[in-house]
């Protein structure tokens, strides 16, 4: 390339990974607590619309649980710090802790029964 051709046009994208506890909600003793504000929802829902950035949210809570506080369109939600992830159209399961589940059912199980 010489120096009077130009650069091809090249465009940013944006991801921006964001953790939901500590970083969008403060962090609390009781998680139930840990809410977004509605100033901080505006921004994400904000960004979510923007085609040049995608936002992802990732927490070690469930992805049900991560889904049902954020409650945005748009977004990457990442559960159980990411072996579980979800967004527009596709969703991913780690095999590893799809194959762990049975297991993990019946130490919850006994977990509870002996708590």
Known sequence: MTSRQSLPETRSHFLIGLDYDGTLTPIVRDPERATLKP????????LARDPACTIAIVSGRKLTELKRLVDLRGIVYGGNHGLEMTGEGWRYLHPAAARSRPAIRRIAGLLDRRL
């Open 39 to 46: 100033a901080t929802r505006e921004i994400l829902r904000a």
